[in-house]
């Protein structure tokens, strides 16, 4: 197993789209996939009124994950980014974030954009038997 | 979007082997890819001594997620299992968990297995506007 620098995180994150995200709400762990950009050094996502919002606004903590496999190297790796989630609230934020190349994976309307904050992102590689 | 009936939810499950596990260690929220399998109505899956056993056998509650996507149809589909994981500590059941074809994602030594009881499944299919 080899740990990732973090530049090679951040390279790993600008070039996925599709996240899954873990969020605590209360005693309730909850997992979903998001589709994401990075947005300077943090994480935005756009999501509808249901379920994510509620569970990513009162979470205190999420943490977010991407893997992939390099067949050719027979490698896996996965990237974790952990910290703190926020409602975009401010218009002009919400403005500029519009222009970021957010597509939703899903096509539900969807009215919010939430921005992660990371405190902690670490990443590792490391050699698959089979997948 | 679709809500999947359980049976459906188990299927692909069934079709599935790798999965994202989130776990809560304290106030440390924890995400991870696994290799799975189904065994019965629980799930399979091997770890080693480090971070991923210590988690999954503190923790009280974990939440599996697997998710696809189906490009004919632009449906996307998620399915999450929540419920209490436990370390597989008897010898013949230990005996029969090696009999399940589970490959380890990883080739790093795994020794131990840990068994997820679901307590709740659930699933939904959705359209997908890019991906």
């Known amino acids: 197993m080899t740990v990732l620098e973090e530049d090679d ?8 789209s599709v996240a899954r995200l873990a969020v605590l709400v209360g005693d309730d ?11 300077g050094r943090a ?16 979470a205190r903590n999420v943490a977010m994950e991407i893997d992939g496999y390099h067949r050719a ?9 952990k910290g703190t989630a926020e409602r975009v609230e401010d218009f002009d934020e919400i403005y500029q974030t519009e222009e970021l190349p957010l597509r939703s994976w ?12 990371p405190q902690q992102v670490t990443g590792r590689r490391f050699a698959v038997a089979g997948y």
Chains 1, 2 share one sequence.
């Open 9 to 16: 995180c951040w390279q790993l994150l600008d070039t996925s």
């Open 73 to 81: 190297r027979r490698e896996a790796w996965s990237v974790v980014v």
């Open 106 to 117: 899903s096509d539900h309307p969807k009215q919010w954009f939430v921005r992660l904050l």
């Open 29 to 39: 762990l909850e997992i979903f996939p998001i589709n994401y950009v990075v947005d």
């Open 43 to 58: 994480i935005v996502f756009r999501t509808g009124e249901g379920t994510k919002l509620a569970a990513v606004t009162i």
